[in-house]
C-alpha cells in the first residue's frame, strides 16, 4: 500500500518534513482511505498521524572536549593554527620577563644586597638579555659574591 501522497499532505499540514510524519501502524488502512486535507486533519485529532519530535544535536562530546581543553590537552601540533610567535609573541614574553628581572634588581638594591654601581651594570645586563628569570639573576649575583 502506497502512502506516500497522504504522508506528504499530512507533513504538509502538520507544517514538518516528510520524514517527521509518523503513522500509527494499526492504522494504515484509515490512512490509506484519506484523501484530502481534511481526512487528514481528522487522523491527526484521532491519532492515527502525528508529528516525531525534533532530534536536536547533543552537546555532549562538545562538553567533554572543553573539559580536556582545560586540562590543557588537544593542544598539540595538529590542533595549532599560526606561529609560535602569533600564538605566544616574542616581545609579550620579553615583557613579562624583563619586568620581573627589573622587580627584583630594585628590591635588591632597597634591601642594600647590591650597590647602586652594582645596580646599574646589572641593570645593563639585564637589558642586554643576560638573565632569563629572576632565579638566574640571583644565582649570577651569587657567583660574582664568591
Not at 19 to 31: A, M, T
Not at 52 to 68: I, L, N, T
Not at 70 to 88: D, M, V
Not at 106 to 135: C, D, H, M, W
Amino acid at each position: 500500500m502506497n502512502l506516500r501522497n497522504q504522508r506528504r499532505l499530512a507533513a504538509e499540514v502538520l507544517k514538518v518534513g516528510v520524514n517527521r510524519v509518523k503513522f500509527d501502524g494499526e492504522r494504515l488502512e484509515d490512512i490509506s482511505e484519506a484523501l484530502t486535507r481534511d481526512d487528514i486533519r481528522t487522523l491527526i485529532k484521532s491519532g492515527a498521524i502525528s508529528r516525531k519530535p525534533v532530534k536536536g544535536v547533543s552537546r555532549g562530546r562538545a562538553r567533554e572536549r572543553e573539559r580536556q581543553k582545560e586540562k590543557g590537552r588537544r593542544r598539540g601540533k595538529g590542533h595549532r593554527r599560526g606561529t609560535s610567535n602569533a600564538r605566544a609573541p616574542r616581545k609579550r614574553e620579553w615583557i613579562r620577563k624583563i619586568r620581573a628581572v627589573r622587580d627584583e634588581l630594585r628590591k635588591l638594591k632597597e634591601k642594600k644586597e647590591i650597590t647602586v654601581p652594582e645596580y646599574r651594570k646589572l641593570y645593563n645586563q639585564a637589558k642586554g638579555n643576560l638573565f632569563q628569570s629572576r632565579r638566574h639573576l640571583r644565582e649570577h649575583i651569587e657567583r660574582m659574591r664568591r
